[in-house]
Every structure is written in structure tokens, then in C-alpha cells.
């Protein structure tokens, strides 16, 4: 079965001879271009009815019968009859066929027809609602949308530089000799003037449009991969080779002398007791000082000292260090501080407690001299950090010391004075002498008077004997009582022998006392410098600073890729950044 294919009714003015002529004229003398080769065909020429696609697929058979027929001369009848025989609704109303909305939705004109119908209302300062809207606005003030004139105007400014002086010059452009208003005319789809018969199937069809979208997706993929080359060579790739160029080429190279040292405690010989015995000798000991020792190393202090002993602000002031090192003549501390932080690196290692020291400089030989400076400087440091407590100790120590001495100089003195007061040395010592003699003496007058009385028992005692015995027992009696008055005399009174030797019983018991507590002091005071000689730290140097042969600074390949890795992820961050929001603003 075989579908008739249908063609659309165009309604279509007559034009007069001499118009036609002109027109036939204009198309031959333009240039073939996609609008105006298949503008006018002959059949619209001849005033012949254009055939219309048809809308659905035909067979292969009916588009033979239609090429065929339209190899076919015209029918002049037919044409003398479309020609004469007029519309009734053409003489009725001439414009209500070519204004009427309707009637214009109903020519089923293209996209781009109608786009540019728009553009041209747009140019000429109207204001349609529609695309539909604009051909019959357009049309309602003499312009045709669809012939070339009108459609060059759109780029074609006026002689003055206006467009819109060039769209109102050819308003009047579309009108033919006669003053009618030309319509638009229906194209060909084939320069032949007949369909084409090279019909795809729906497969083919499918696959050029697949091939068609795949060459379109592949010539995106690489515009996009040739726009994010020009991206990474332009924000990754062009400051490395700048960072790579300074590292090779610009930076000055920079010596670096490494030392080690290690802070110690005195040995105790006494040891200590509970948990300070057993961390005596290890780095725990020391980590406090250590860590104190590290930090004056990176102070400010320990900076202004090198500077003023060696000059490290005019080192890094030469001409042969880069502008990215190097300092200013007048650089104030703070910026040469920071220079310093840089160049002098010190670190700790708790695990074995040493210090580890590394000083850049421009030469390797002021990075030695800077390196010893620095250590001798760690020196004074750890002997300051203890000799303040050290000094207070032994300060309180000598102070108790001294004054127990001096006490017990003074309770001697008391003493020599109590004894010099009563002429004699030691009256107690006379008071036992006094007391033995009268011991003695009574002694010998119980002899004298046993004896008398032997001989005064004879019945004729010998008188001479008897006066012997008598005269030896007076004697004894009266020595006895000189002893007697003499102890006496030594007893009574303030300045008595007995009240000298209290005084000096009692300065002798303070002398004692003074000296217990003059040993005491001298015992604290060896403690005390025995804890004071254990709180001395030493700075042991294991590593010496040697001057190197070779520069350590700057390490250039790992500084650049540090610096495309660097830019890498900031290109990487931004990007991301910039797709979210771009999703975001989409959504």
C-alpha cells in the first residue's frame, strides 16, 4: 500500500510580469549562499504550487513516482488556471491571511525562521509575544522578516554606523513594482527541485547520530584536555620552573656545620635516695636544663650576643648572598631574628638526651666560628642555671657557720675573763688543796692527842714526852683552824672562791654548748656543698663544629618538588572549590 504524500496549501499574490523578471533578475546576480539557493525555486518562479516533504517516510516506489513526476514539464493549464482563478478570501481582506496569527502558526515555518523573525521585531523596536507574533508584526509594518535585505540588515549597519537607520531604509524593500507585499516562499530541500531518494533506515539513522555524538564527545574530551594542559602548564607548571630556575641558578648556596653536645650531672658519691637515686645519671636528670639550653640557643638574647661578637646581621648584609636571604644594612632586630631562626636550627633528642646543633651560613668557616660561639654560650648557660641556687646554699650555710664560731669565741673569752677576775686559774682546784690539808692536819692531831693520851695513862709519865706530845697537839690545832679560816674566807662573799668557780662551771658548760653547735654549722655547711658540687652541670661536646667542604643549602631538586607539590594542591583546592560552587549555582 502506497501513501499519497501530501503537500500544504500556500496561498500565494500574484506578481506581474516585470516584477517577476526583476526577481528572477536579483537571484541570478546574488551569490549562491545557504540562504539564497534554495530561497526561490523555478517552480515558485513559474507560479507553480511548490511540493511539500512529505511528513512521513516513503516508500522507495513512491519516491520514484515522485521524481519521475517532477522530471516532468509543467501543466501550462493548470498554471493559466492557478494563475486567473483568484481566492475569495485574497479579494475579500488581502492582509487577514498574512497577519492572522493563526494563519502564520499554520505555515509551519522552521526555528530559525522564526528565531530570526524575532531579532528582526527586536531591531525594528517591537515587542511580540511570541516568535508567531513577531512575523505578524513585522508583516503589519511592511517588512518582510524573510528576505535577504531584511536579514542583512542585522548586520549590515547604515552608512552612519546606525543599525536601526538601515532597517527603517528597507522597510519598504520587500514590496514588489506593483506595491504588493511579498510572502514568503517555500525551499527546496534538493538543488534538483525534487526530494531526494536517499532515505536512511532507522539503524543507519541511529548509528550517524551515534557517530555523531561520539565525534562531538571526542572533540570536547580534547578541547577540555587541551584548556587543562594550558591550566596546569600556566598555575603548576610555570612557578616550578620559576621555583626550579631560583634554586639552580639564583640562590646563593649556604655551608652548614653540625655539632652535638650533651649535658651531664655531677656524680654523687653520697647517692641519692627514692626516685631522684634512680634517675641520677640519665638524660631524664638533665632534660629539664637541656630543654632550657635549646631555648636560649633560638632567643633573641644568644642573637644580639653573636651579632656583637662576630657580626651575624653584617654577614647576612654582603652583596654575594640573593635578595631572598639577604638582609638590609639597617634591618631591625626582629627582621635579623628571623634570618637567625633560619639559619640556626637546634633540636633535642629526649630518648638519648643530646643536643644536636646545625648553623647555615655563607662561608664555611664563619659557620664554625658561629657553631663555637653558640657553644661556648650553652656553657655560661648551663653553669648559670644552678650557680644562683648553689650560691644561696652555700650563702646560708657559710653565714650559720660563722656565727656559731662566733659564739663560742665569745663564750671563751667569758671564760679566760671569770678566771683572770680571782687571781688564780682554777679556784676549785685551791678549794680541794685547802680541803686536803686540813684532812691531813686533823689527821695528825688524832695521832697527837692518841699519843698524849698514852702517856698521860702511865702512872709516872715522862713529863718531857708529855710537854712534846701537848706542844705537837697546839701546833696541829691551831694550824687546823688557819686552814679552817682560809677555807672559810674562800666560800663567803661575792668574790668568794666557790661563787668564782659557779662562773666558771657555767661559762665552761656554754663553751661546750657553742662548740657542739660550731661543729653542727661545719657539718651542714660540708653537706651543702656536697649538693651543691651534685647540682653542677657540665656541657660535654661529642661532635665538634668542622667546617664543610661542600654546600648543604639549597636542596635543589627537593625544594622544587616541594614547590610543585606545593602549587599542585593549590590548584587542586581551587579547583574543587570552584566546581562545588559552580554545582551549587547550578542546582
Not at 507553480?48 to 516508500?59: G, I, V
Not at 543599525?163 to 531604509?169: D, F, G, M, Q, S
Not at 654575594?320 to 637546634?346: C, G, H, M, W
Request: aromatic content about 4%; proline content about 6%.
Amino acid at each position: 500500500m502506497t501513501t499519497k504524500p501530501t503537500a500544504r496549501k500556500f496561498r500565494i499574490r500574484r506578481m506581474s510580469a516585470e516584477a517577476r523578471a526583476e526577481r528572477d533578475a536579483a537571484v541570478a546576480d546574488a551569490p549562491e549562499t545557504e540562504d539564497t539557493q534554495s530561497e526561490v525555486s523555478p517552480e515558485e518562479a513559474e507560479g507553480t504550487p511548490p511540493k511539500a516533504q512529505p511528513e512521513t517516510a516513503l516508500s522507495a516506489e513512491t519516491q520514484a513516482d515522485e521524481e519521475a513526476q517532477a522530471q516532468l514539464p509543467p501543466d501550462p493549464k493548470a498554471q493559466i488556471s492557478q494563475e486567473h482563478i483568484p481566492d475569495p478570501a485574497d479579494e475579500a481582506d488581502p492582509e487577514a491571511t498574512t497577519s492572522n496569527p493563526k494563519v502564520v502558526a499554520n505555515e509551519e515555518l522552521t526555528a530559525r525562521q522564526l528565531r530570526m523573525a524575532r531579532r528582526i521585531a527586536a531591531r525594528n523596536g517591537l515587542n511580540p509575544k511570541s516568535d508567531a507574533d513577531a512575523v505578524r508584526l513585522l508583516r503589519e509594518k511592511g517588512i518582510d522578516p524573510f528576505q535577504r535585505n531584511a536579514v542583512l540588515a542585522l548586520v549590515a549597519p547604515s552608512e552612519d554606523g546606525d543599525p536601526n537607520t538601515a532597517n527603517t531604509a528597507d522597510k519598504h524593500a520587500s514590496k514588489d513594482a506593483d506595491g504588493r507585499i511579498q510572502l514568503p516562499q517555500t525551499r527546496k530541500t534538493s538543488e534538483g527541485g525534487v526530494p531526494s531518494t536517499e532515505i536512511l533506515s532507522p539503524a543507519e539513522m541511529r548509528e550517524r547520530q551515534i557517530a555523531q555524538i561520539q565525534l562531538d564527545i571526542a572533540r570536547r574530551r580534547r578541547r577540555k584536555l587541551v584548556t587543562l594542559l594550558l591550566r596546569l602548564a600556566c598555575f603548576i607548571g610555570l612557578p616550578t620552573a620559576l621555583a626550579g630556575w631560583y634554586f639552580y641558578s639564583v640562590a646563593t648556596p649556604m655551608y652548614a656545620t653540625q655539632s652535638e653536645f650533651l649535658i651531664l650531672q655531677a656524680d654523687s658519691t653520697a647517692g641519692g635516695g627514692g626516685i631522684g637515686g634512680l634517675l641520677s645519671g640519665t638524660q631524664f636528670a638533665t632534660s629539664s636544663d637541656s630543654i632550657a639550653v635549646q631555648a636560649f640557643l633560638l632567643s633573641k638574647p644568644a642573637m644580639l650576643r653573636l651579632d656583637e661578637e662576630i657580626g651575624f646581621v653584617s654577614h647576612f648584609s654582603q652583596d654575594i648572598i640573593d635578595p631572598l636571604q639577604r638582609l638590609a644594612p639597617d634591618a631591625s632586630n626582629e627582621e635579623a631574628f628571623d634570618t637567625y631562626r633560619k639559619a640556626v636550627k637546634v633540636g633535642y633528642d629526649p630518648t638519648e638526651g643530646m643536643v644536636r646543633m646545625e648553623v647555615i651560613a655563607a662561608d664555611p668557616q664563619i659557620s664554625a666560628a658561629f657553631s663555637e660561639a653558640l657553644i661556648t654560650y650553652a656553657e655560661e648557660s648551663v653553669n648559670g642555671l644552678s650557680a644562683q641556687k648553689r650560691d644561696d646554699q652555700m650563702a646560708d650555710a657559710r653565714t650559720s657557720f660563722e656565727q656559731a664560731e662566733a659564739e663560742r669565741r665569745a663564750a671563751q673569752q667569758a671564760l679566760v675573763t671569770l678566771q683572770l677576775q680571782g687571781d688564780t686559774l682554777d679556784p676549785e682546784a685551791v678549794i680541794v688543796g685547802l680541803r686536803g690539808q686540813i684532812n691531813q692536819i686533823e689527821l695528825q692531831l688524832l695521832e697527837k692527842e692518841l699519843e698524849l693520851a698514852a702517856l698521860l695513862d702511865n702512872a709516872r709519865p715522862n713529863q718531857a714526852r708529855v710537854d712534846g706530845a701537848q706542844a705537837d697537839v697546839d701546833r696541829l690545832n691551831a694550824q687546823l683552824a688557819t686552814l679552817n679560816a682560809r677555807m672559810t674566807d674562800a666560800s663567803a662573799g661575792e668574790n668568794s672562791l666557790a661563787q668564782l668557780n659557779v662562773r666558771i662551771q657555767m661559762a665552761q658548760a656554754d663553751l661546750v654548748t657553742r662548740d657542739m653547735l660550731l661543729q653542727s654549722a661545719l657539718q651542714q655547711m660540708e653537706q651543702t656543698r656536697m649538693e651543691a658540687n651534685r647540682q653542677v652541670r657540665y656541657l660535654t661536646v661529642s661532635v665538634e663544629p668542622v667546617p664543610s667542604e661542600e654546600p648543604s643549602y639549597p636542596r635543589k631538586f627537593e625544594n622544587t618538588l616541594v614547590a610543585f607539590l606545593i602549587f599542585g594542591g593549590i590548584y587542586l583546592m581551587v579547583s574543587l572549590t570552584a566546581s562545588i560552587l559552580r554545582e551549587q549555582v547550578t542546582n
